[in-house]
């Protein structure tokens, strides 16, 4: 894979960060959900999140001088902070927290006088700093350094994560302060390995082929990059095209097969489709050379063996995450070589193909950290998926680090059993190859560009893919925000169906019917602008998985007689599903 095009300058239209000291809400624990590139992500899954909490020096002193030639401003902020704290003091401020900021809803903070005064004076004073950083009108890159800077000052010194916690003592009233000894020993344990953050689920909360990926199915390839599973049919008759489902580079591919009843996959056998999973290897340094023309072969091979096996002469792709850009970069390699007509439909899911306006590219790197970045994963031979996974966690210190200091520390108690974050905490590694590959293609937006990057030789052009598609994005999702993954179907040639479902990153595809509060917008149309398909779009109760069904059967050709057997006399079973590669560390 190549790349020449160079880096793109910053959009005006980026995607703003959360106000400061403001803990959305969160429906489910999620562990990739911030404003955020991809980009940024791989630089510092390389680096390490903790370069990026001290700004440079440069930056610094522009605030500095910034605020210097606003005097006026800070003596008006810092009165305003001052008036605010003495009626904070005296019991008269009626400053309160947002009321979707779990820190603050024991009831003791709003009861006991104390603790409401330390809350309040916490507020009052992360919304003066942020007020500051906004009158200072710095240029983009620095504004967003210093945000991310003082977002994460400000909560970590929340006084939810102090000794003050109601939580705490009302844990040690509970235990007879056995809390504090649990505390401490799951501190340290947790500090002893990387990734160096609490943990958000405990190590034995799911075995996986048990009560994760237990969808029946069988191993029938395996090559040094991927293992093929194909799923045993549930209905007595099947569409003819089969679903090659591309799963996120990051992390495993059973996030498509979580526990029964949640489980994307499942749903798809139990709807009439056949269905095969791509199952990544975990690479080491004897695989650091696999760049993005390996992956992409990978999905060529995987198409090969699923029309081998089921007799068509095509096949549906389903590409999750950045498995959606090693998709629709093999699209447009077979687009220029005459043979799209091999795949009936494709789908997107939480993909972004174009990072113009994508969470914060570029702001908080420059050539340097880049450079650094790549040069770093060279020398060891992959990116290592636990400082990956300490990454994510600080994107969102609120619900992924604080939360579960609180809990885990502070009351000693384990974290509850969640299927995703257990899937999140079994990390993969990033051969160097690919990771190279990605910042290219994301820092330099090349597959905006026509022929500025390439697939196993041929340019990639992404109009000149003329299959239908099915993009789905998350509306609370700001790693892939929606409006960058709608940037998708203006991109590509065909015609593309846009359903934004409820949730973040992860939650918007473990969306199953069964829950109760699903719902997705969807539009007849696709124009440019995003915000104009929100405003015709309607809303419509229930998860998309039944809908993309019904989209894709309309493209997967007849029904047969559901094969009766894995495998072929070519390709026989190897092993029974979830295979071998899920189990690598």
Same mark, same amino acid.
């Given at each position: 894979?190549?790349?020449?095009?160079?880096?793109?300058?910053?959009?005006?239209?980026?995607?703003?960060?959360?106000?400061?000291?403001?803990?959305?809400?969160?429906?489910?624990?999620?562990?990739?959900?911030?404003?955020?590139?991809?980009?940024?992500?791989?630089?510092?899954?390389?680096?390490?999140?903790?370069?990026?909490?001290?700004?440079?020096?440069?930056?610094?002193?522009?605030?500095?001088?910034?605020?210097?030639?606003?005097?006026?401003?800070?003596?008006?902020?810092?009165?305003?902070?001052?008036?605010?704290?003495?009626?904070?003091?005296?019991?008269?401020?009626?400053?309160?927290?947002?009321?979707?900021?779990?820190?603050?809803?024991?009831?003791?903070?709003?009861?006991?006088?104390?603790?409401?005064?330390?809350?309040?004076?916490?507020?009052?004073?992360?919304?003066?700093?942020?007020?500051?950083?906004?009158?200072?009108?710095?240029?983009?890159?620095?504004?967003?350094?210093?945000?991310?800077?003082?977002?994460?000052?400000?909560?970590?010194?929340?006084?939810?994560?102090?000794?003050?916690?109601?939580?705490?003592?009302?844990?040690?009233?509970?235990?007879?302060?056995?809390?504090?000894?649990?505390?401490?020993?799951?501190?340290?344990?947790?500090?002893?390995?990387?990734?160096?953050?609490?943990?958000?689920?405990?190590?034995?909360?799911?075995?996986?082929?048990?009560?994760?990926?237990?969808?029946?199915?069988?191993?029938?390839?395996?090559?040094?990059?991927?293992?093929?599973?194909?799923?045993?049919?549930?209905?007595?008759?099947?569409?003819?095209?089969?679903?090659?489902?591309?799963?996120?580079?990051?992390?495993?591919?059973?996030?498509?097969?979580?526990?029964?009843?949640?489980?994307?996959?499942?749903?798809?056998?139990?709807?009439?489709?056949?269905? *095969?999973? @791509?199952?990544?290897? #975990?690479? &080491?340094?004897?695989?650091?050379?696999? =760049? +993005?023309?390996?992956?992409?072969?990978? /999905?060529?091979?995987?198409?090969?063996?699923?029309?081998?096996?089921?007799?068509?002469?095509?096949?549906?792709?389903?590409?999750?995450?950045?498995?959606?850009?090693?998709?629709?970069?093999?699209?447009?390699?077979?687009?220029?070589?005459?043979?799209?007509?091999?795949?009936?439909?494709?789908?997107?899911?939480?993909?972004?193909?174009?990072?113009?306006?994508?969470?914060?590219?570029?702001?908080?790197?420059?050539?340097?950290?880049?450079?650094?970045?790549?040069?770093?994963?060279?020398?060891?031979?992959?990116?290592?998926?636990?400082?990956?996974?300490?990454?994510?966690?600080?994107?969102?210190?609120?619900?992924?680090?604080?939360?579960?200091?609180?809990?885990?520390?502070?009351?000693?108690?384990?974290?509850?059993? *969640?299927? @995703?974050?257990?899937? #999140?905490? &079994?990390?993969?590694?990033?051969?160097? =190859? +690919?990771?190279?590959?990605?910042?290219? /293609?994301?820092?330099?937006?090349?597959?905006?560009?026509?022929?500025?990057?390439?697939?196993?030789?041929?340019?990639?052009?992404?109009?000149?893919?003329?299959?239908?598609?099915?993009?789905?994005?998350?509306?609370?999702?700001?790693?892939?925000?929606?409006?960058?993954?709608?940037?998708?179907?203006?991109?590509?040639?065909?015609?593309?169906?846009?359903?934004?479902?409820?949730?973040?990153?992860?939650?918007?595809?473990?969306?199953?019917?069964?829950?109760?509060?699903?719902?997705?917008?969807?539009?007849?149309?696709?124009?440019?602008?995003?915000?104009?398909?929100?405003?015709?779009?309607?809303?419509?109760?229930?998860?998309?998985?039944?809908?993309?069904?019904?989209?894709?059967?309309?493209?997967?050709?007849?029904?047969?007689?559901?094969?009766?057997?894995?495998?072929?006399?070519?390709?026989?079973?190897?092993?029974?599903?979830?295979?071998?590669?899920?189990?690598?560390?």
């Amino acid at each position: 894979m190549t790349t020449t095009a160079p880096r793109p300058s910053p959009d005006s239209q980026r995607p703003r960060p959360a106000p400061v000291g403001d803990s959305g809400p969160a429906e489910a624990p999620e562990a990739s959900d911030a404003v955020m590139g991809l980009d940024m992500v791989l630089v510092d899954g390389a680096r390490g999140p903790l370069r990026r909490m001290i700004p440079p020096a440069r930056t610094v002193a522009r605030l500095g001088a910034a605020l210097a030639r606003k005097p006026d401003v800070v003596a008006r902020r810092s009165g305003e902070l001052a008036r605010e704290l003495g009626g904070i003091v005296t019991g008269r401020s009626e400053i309160a927290p947002n009321p979707k900021d779990r820190r603050f809803a024991d009831p003791a903070w709003a009861g006991n006088p104390l603790l409401k005064r330390a809350m309040q004076a916490h507020i009052a004073a992360a919304q003066t700093a942020a007020a500051l950083v906004e009158e200072a009108d710095l240029d983009w890159q620095d504004d967003e350094r210093i945000r991310f800077t003082l977002t994460n000052v400000v909560d970590a010194l929340a006084p939810s994560n102090s000794l003050l916690n109601p939580l705490l003592w009302k844990a040690v009233i509970d235990t007879g302060g056995r809390n504090a000894v649990s505390g401490v020993r799951r501190l340290v344990s947790d500090l002893a390995s990387a990734p160096r953050v609490p943990s958000m689920v405990e190590p034995d909360a799911f075995t996986v082929g048990e009560d994760l990926a237990v969808t029946p199915g069988a191993v029938v390839l395996r090559t040094p990059v991927f293992e093929l599973i194909q799923y045993r049919p549930t209905t007595e008759r099947v569409r003819s095209v089969p679903l090659v489902v591309v799963p996120p580079t990051i992390n495993k591919y059973y996030v498509t097969d979580l526990a029964p009843g949640r489980s994307i996959v499942e749903h798809y056998v139990s709807a009439g489709q056949q269905v *095969f999973m @791509i199952s990544w290897r #975990n690479p &080491d340094e004897r695989h650091a050379d696999w =760049g +993005l023309d390996a992956y992409g072969q990978a /999905v060529l091979d995987a198409m090969d063996a699923a029309e081998r096996i089921t007799g068509s002469d095509r096949v549906a792709l389903q590409g999750f995450c950045s498995g959606g850009i090693i998709q629709a970069m093999v699209l447009a390699h077979l687009a220029a070589t005459g043979a799209q007509d091999r795949v009936a439909a494709s789908s997107y899911a939480v993909t972004v193909l174009d990072w113009s306006h994508a969470g914060t590219i570029g702001a908080l790197m420059d050539e340097e950290a880049v450079r650094e970045a790549t040069e770093k994963s060279r020398q060891k031979g992959y990116l290592d998926g636990a400082t990956l996974a300490e990454v994510f966690a600080w994107l969102r210190p609120n619900d992924l680090i604080w939360n579960y200091w609180v809990n885990n520390y502070l009351q000693g108690k384990p974290p509850p059993a *969640f299927d @995703i974050l257990f899937w #999140n905490a &079994d990390t993969t590694r990033m051969a160097a =190859g +690919l990771h190279r590959d990605f910042i290219d /293609v994301s820092i330099g937006n090349l597959l905006t560009k026509p022929g500025a990057a390439t697939m196993l030789g041929s340019p990639v052009d992404l109009s000149a893919i003329d299959v239908d598609a099915y993009v789905t994005a998350g509306i609370a999702d700001h790693l892939c925000p929606w409006q960058s993954c709608y940037r998708t179907t203006q991109l590509l040639g065909g015609r593309s169906r846009f359903v934004l479902s409820t949730a973040g990153h992860i939650a918007s595809l473990v969306n199953p019917p069964s829950n109760p509060k699903a719902s997705f917008q969807v539009a007849p149309e696709t124009p440019a602008d995003p915000e104009q398909w929100l405003a015709s779009a309607q809303k419509e109760k229930g998860s998309w998985w039944p809908d993309f069904m019904a989209w894709l059967g309309e493209r997967a050709g007849d029904e047969v007689p559901a094969p009766t057997s894995l495998g072929s006399e070519e390709l026989p079973p190897l092993t029974d599903a979830p295979g071998t590669y899920v189990f690598d560390k």
